[in-house]
């Protein structure tokens, strides 16, 4: 198996904004992101964006609305991930603090 690479795309929002953008082109083989809540519960829309090589804006491969707290995370798995360029946006946001984890291999 490869190199294990993680990364924190969101830490501590709270409210609508994307995190920083990070590139994972050299660990484009699996990836997860993990979105949680760092204290209690909170409910809100995150979407999962790659940036397009094409046209240079964000495109998004997973949104969905998330009720979780800090013992119930949504998880999302990648088999394949070929975009250079990911990020985490908050795009509807209701309560709590969110965070967002990445690891690609």
């Known amino acids: 198996m490869g190199t294990k690479k993680a990364y924190t795309l969101l830490s501590g929002a709270t409210g609508t904004g994307a995190g920083s953008a990070v590139n994972v082109g050299q660990y484009q083989k699996a990836g997860y992101f993990e979105v949680?809540?760092?204290?209690?519960?909170?409910a809100f829309t995150i979407a999962?964006?790659?940036?397009?090589?094409?046209?240079?804006?964000?495109?998004?491969?997973?949104?969905?609305?998330?009720?979780?707290?800090?013992?119930?995370?949504?998880?999302?798995?990648?088999?394949?991930?070929?975009?250079?360029?990911?990020?985490a946006n908050i795009t509807a946001y209701t309560s709590g603090t969110v965070s967002v984890w990445a690891q690609f291999v």
């Open 48 to 87: 999962l964006q790659y940036k397009s090589p094409t046209s240079g804006s964000w495109e998004s491969f997973h949104s969905e609305a998330v009720t979780t707290s800090t013992d119930d995370p949504l998880i999302v798995k990648l088999a394949e991930f070929p975009w250079d360029n990911v990020r």
């Open 36 to 42: 949680n809540t760092t204290s209690g519960t909170a």
